[in-house]
């Protein structure tokens, strides 16, 4: 498979009580960018430094998200399956039509795959003909799929970072939206707000207690 064909996808959020789970597709092309691992490994700062360099350099990229109504009516792993779906959806229809005549190579992180890109190799999709995978620990072996790990998660977080401005009691900006002791010791005392995800303990537990 060429690297200049190959489309990377992963996503943020799946584990936190609160906020759109988020998911990024990068085209990169060619170009090496150095430093590109799984986002986890890397400090906000490089972070950062990096989602500027994929935004500059890349031949397509795009960032989607679910929201918590959507996470809590088709449940988190649809809803992430959905939200990479999205994003995979905005960069096919950025791209150059002459990518059409070229087998595109997706790769999604992890070990699961949206129904609506399933099917023997080539699936034809949005006029496109697409080898779809997924790889386990992708992001730290695929360049483009490193780089929408780290896309993805720093638009997450400037999503949760803008929650904490609407409701800064919850401190967002301290555990942003983890389960964290703290974080379960501002949900006792305020009650979950309308940003926290209604299906995931111990948010739904909470909202259950306040029925009886």
């Known amino acids: 498979m060429s690297d200049n064909l190959i489309i990377g996808i992963d996503e943020?959020?799946?584990?936190?009580?609160?906020?759109?789970?988020?998911?990024?597709?990068?085209?990169?092309?060619s170009i090496h960018i150095e430093g590109l691992t799984d986002s986890k490994k890397l400090t906000a700062i490089k972070r950062e430094q990096l989602?500027?360099?994929?935004h500059e350099k890349s031949i397509r990229y795009?960032?989607?998200?679910?929201?918590?109504?959507?996470?809590?009516?088709?449940?988190?792993l649809n809803a992430t399956l959905l939200a990479m779906n999205r994003?995979?959806?905005?960069?096919?229809?950025?791209?150059?039509?002459?990518?059409?005549?070229?087998?595109?190579?997706?790769?999604?992180?992890?070990?699961?795959?949206?129904?609506?890109?399933?099917?023997?190799a080539p699936i034809y999709y949005k006029n496109f003909k697409l080898n779809v995978i997924s790889k386990i620990k992708g992001d730290l072996t695929v360049p483009a799929v490193s780089a929408a790990s780290i896309i993805a998660k720093t638009s997450r977080d400037s999503h949760?970072?803008?929650?904490?401005?609407?409701v800064p009691e919850y401190r967002f900006d301290l555990h942003k939206g983890y389960g964290t002791a703290k974080h379960i010791e501002l949900l006792e005392k305020y009650g979950p707000s309308k940003f926290h995800r209604k299906s995931f303990n111990p948010v739904r537990s909470m909202l259950q207690k306040t029925l009886f």
């Open 12 to 29: 943020a959020g799946r584990g936190p009580l609160a906020g759109n789970v988020f998911a990024a597709a990068v085209l990169l092309g």
């Open 51 to 54: 989602t500027q360099i994929i």
């Open 62 to 76: 795009s960032v989607a998200q679910s929201s918590v109504e959507e996470i809590d009516e088709i449940n988190i």
């Open 87 to 120: 994003a995979l959806d905005e960069v096919l229809e950025a791209l150059s039509p002459k990518y059409k005549d070229e087998i595109l190579t997706v790769i999604i992180d992890g070990n699961r795959i949206p129904e609506s890109l399933k099917g023997k």
């Open 160 to 166: 949760i970072l803008q929650l904490h401005e609407i």
